[in-house]
């Protein structure tokens, strides 16, 4: 297959971009199917924002009992009614129980 220079269009700032031979070629090695949609100037910015963006969402502390000890413990996140709740202790304990099993 023979490559062209091409002129793309960004899809952030709408600016005109070159997708040479060159890049044309390595996306054919890597067997990439879509053509970039970005400019480096804007596939630099997207890259360097954070993991997520804007809609990553908070870490949820909830304060529990452990269905196992009882004791209180916290756990990253909302427990759901009617399945159990562990401990740090109590989860590592039952993690590796289970696992000479597989």
């Given amino acids: 297959m023979e490559f062209q220079d091409r002129v793309l269009r960004c899809v952030d700032c709408s600016a005109e971009f ?3 031979v060159g890049e044309q070629q390595f996306f054919a090695d890597k067997n990439f199917k879509n053509e970039p949609k970005r400019c ?3 596939k630099g910015k997207r890259a ?3 993991a997520g963006g804007p ?3 908070e870490r949820v502390e909830t304060t529990t009992t452990c269905s196992a000890c009882g004791k209180e413990t916290t756990v990253p996140f909302r427990p759901t009614q ?3 709740v562990f401990c ?3 989860f590592q304990s039952r993690k590796f129980a ?3 099993g597989v």
């Fill in 98 to 100: 289970g696992a000479g």
């Fill in 40 to 42: 480096k100037a804007c």
């Fill in 88 to 90: 740090k202790e109590c």
């Fill in 82 to 84: 009617g399945r159990p």
């Fill in 18 to 20: 070159v997708w040479t």
């Fill in 48 to 50: 360097s924002r954070p």
């Fill in 55 to 57: 809609a990553a969402r």
